[in-house]
T-cell receptor, first 114, second 112 residues
Framework: NAGVMQNPRHLVRRRGQEARLRCSPMKGHSHVYWYRQLPEEGLKFMVYLQKENIIDESGMPKERFSAEFPKEGPSILRIQQVVRGDSAAYFC????????????FGDGTRLSIL | ELKVEQNPLFLSMQEGKNYTIYCNYSTTSDRLYWYRQDPGKSLESLFVLLSNGAVKQEGRLMASLDTKARLSTLHITAAVHDLSATYFCAVANNNAGNMLTFGGGTRLMVKP
């Protein structure tokens, strides 16, 4: 049973470019969460999605960041016009349904902005 | 706003010793999770604690939850080098679906 799959593992962008991060949840999981981790810090919640719906985006910056989880295909976290401060590890997690089950995390995408 | 604080942030200990990591949180929650993260890796789920007084053990690690005190502990017994990692507690926000708020992490280094 494949786990949460994220790609790419590493992404390098120049300031002003766009970054697209992909996440395929575990089989049978319909809830997807995106978190950001700065070096030596804990994970910070960004956005929570179900298929075709954004449930909670309270942790996501209002500008330049967007997320989607279409009916078909992976969830996408999109960062437009990247800046140096966007450099971080971005983790995706999935769970089966709301409730007590732990979220299962992907290996993350390490985004570096030159 | 839910806040989660862990201490210590950094812990260096000798093999064979015992120690406890503490996780305090600021508002009512009925779900607390402990995760382990190795450098450059993802998070591995260790424990799910769902009720007051819950205690779970796996190998040399034991986690407990006191919802009244809003405190969870992760106790390490007779530490070994393989336990070196960063440990995070995460608390589910009762008012925000399944969103997790993470503590800052405890970086554990076990010396031979």
């Amino acid at each position: 049973n494949a786990g949460v799959m994220q790609n790419p593992r590493h992404l390098v962008r120049r300031r002003g470019q766009e970054a697209r991060l992909r996440c395929s949840p575990m089989k049978g999981h319909s809830h997807v969460y995106w978190y950001r981790q700065l070096p030596e810090e804990g994970l910070k919640f960004m956005v929570y999605l179900q298929k075709e719906n954004i449930i909670d985006e309270s942790g996501m910056p209002k500008e330049r960041f967007s997320a989607e989880f279409p009916k078909e295909g992976p969830s996408i976290l999109r960062i437009q016009q990247v800046v140096r401060g966007d450099s971080a590890a971005y983790f995706c997690a999935s769970s089966r349904i709301e409730g007590n089950q732990p979220q299962h995390f992907g290996d993350g995408t390490r985004l570096s902005i030159l | 706003e839910l806040k989660v604080e862990q201490n210590p942030l950094f812990l260096s200990m000798q093999e064979g010793k015992n120690y406890t990591i503490y996780c305090n949180y600021s508002t009512t929650s009925d779900r607390l999770y402990w995760y382990r993260q190795d450098p450059g890796k993802s998070l591995e789920s260790l424990f799910v604690l769902l009720s007051n007084g819950a205690v779970k053990q796996e190998g040399r690690l034991m986690a407990s939850l006191d919802t009244k005190a809003r405190l969870s502990t992760l106790h390490i017994t007779a530490a070994v080098h393989d336990l070196s990692a960063t440990y995070f507690c995460a608390v589910a926000n009762n008012n925000a679906g399944n969103m997790l708020t993470f503590g800052g992490g405890t970086r554990l280094m076990v010396k031979p």
